[in-house]
């Protein structure tokens, strides 16, 4: 079985997801990645469990080839991870 690591970019909780989830609300998911990769910093980002994706089974994902953006409208949040390398899991 493979499996994937992440590199957290940023995950924005309630006042903060506020302007991420109304970019995705009037131009897309497209966007709203787009919006959250200027947060991108290579340095100040954190490896995220590769076991354990950071999202949950109640959120919603769009993904590119680079970038997995999660969110949960009624929570809010919204967050954005880099895939990394995928490997076998024993």
């Not at 079985?1 to 909780?13: A, G, I, N, T």
């Not at 009037?26 to 919006?35: M, N, P, R």
């Amino acid at each position: 079985m493979r499996k994937r690591s992440y590199e957290s970019v940023v995950l924005l909780h309630a006042e903060e997801a506020e302007q991420a989830i109304a970019i995705m609300r009037e131009q897309g998911k497209s966007a709203s990645l787009d919006y959250l990769m200027a947060c991108y910093e290579p340095d100040e980002s954190t490896l995220v469990d590769h076991r354990m994706p950071p999202w949950n089974a109640g959120d919603s994902l769009f993904e590119n080839d680079e970038f997995v953006l999660y969110y949960n409208l009624s929570s809010p949040y919204i967050g954005l991870v880099r895939k990394l390398s995928s490997f076998s899991a024993a």
